[in-house]
């Protein structure tokens, strides 16, 4: 289950998240299969947590967890509706950030 920012719950839905990064995804190269199994990847991340019910930042947090690595163009417009972006500053924070993990991840 999921607990909505209105107080409600409802059924966790695959199809819901992947029509959510669909959109984030519009106009990008982003095959089908791989919305499909970044789906499944979120659904089996909230389930391994072994709760009942898991709240909606919960779930956006694990969508853009493989977003980033499945296309950072599509997580930023993800990432600009899920975490409000007010402005230029939020986008430039968030290109630092991808930039810095890139940073890291090459020095591994």
Known sequence: ????????SEAFNRDKVISGVRK???GRHIEEDALKQLGQQVEEDLRS???AQVNSDEVGK?????LRKLDEVAYLRFASVYQNFN???DFQNAIDDLRNEDSH???S
């Not at 694990?62 to 493989?66: E, G, H, K, Q, V």
């Open 87 to 89: 402005g230029l500053e």
């Open 49 to 51: 947590r072994g709760l």
């Open 1 to 8: 289950m999921v607990q909505k920012q209105s107080g409600n």
């Open 105 to 107: 991840e090459q020095q």
């Open 24 to 26: 984030a995804c519009q």
């Open 62 to 66: 694990a969508i853009l967890r493989p």
